[in-house]
């Protein structure tokens, strides 16, 4: 499919001028694409083209790939990073409680996590050593956690 026939599906009822800036080129010399009159643009107009839909930069610039674009390198890493989630069986929304403990310990502090971390190690071990400071270290987290929400 030619770039004209993609450059004006992708863009479906969306005004010329919003892919132009994207583009980086005025709205005329898009319409010019799109009518055939532009035989071979600038290279920088079909990347930031691409770009602006999200498509492939080969795709978009070789004639002879075909309709639908492929997915964009950024949806085939979600893709990849989903597929992963689901196989240890992470996929789907965090609950309310996940939540919770995901905000509390984004709000701790590097030394904390990585204190944490080794009190996890050795829980996972077996070990039962260092629990009653782990569970004041997570509080210490909720605590920064509602200070910062308060503060902000």
């Not at 996890?120 to 909720?142: H, M, N, P, V």
Request: proline share 6%; net charge neutral.
């Amino acid at each position: 499919m030619k770039l004209r026939h993609k450059l004006r599906k992708l863009r479906g009822d969306q005004p010329i001028a919003e892919i132009a800036r994207a583009a980086h080129c005025s709205g005329p010399t898009i319409a010019d694409i799109e009518a055939g009159r532009t035989k071979d643009p600038k290279f920088s107009i079909i990347a930031g083209a691409a770009g602006y839909f999200a498509v492939p930069l080969d795709w978009l610039a070789d004639d002879s790939q075909p309709w639908p674009p492929p997915p964009s390198d950024s949806q085939q890493a979600v893709e990849m990073v989903r597929a992963a989630l689901a196989k240890e069986g992470l996929a789907g929304e965090l609950d309310k409680d996940e939540r919770r403990l995901l905000a509390a310990w984004r709000a701790l502090s590097d030394a904390d996590r990585t204190w944490i971390l080794g009190c996890i190690t050795g829980l996972d071990a077996g070990g039962t050593e260092g629990t009653a400071d782990f569970a004041a270290a997570l509080r210490r987290g909720k605590s920064r956690e509602a200070s910062n929400r308060t503060a902000g």
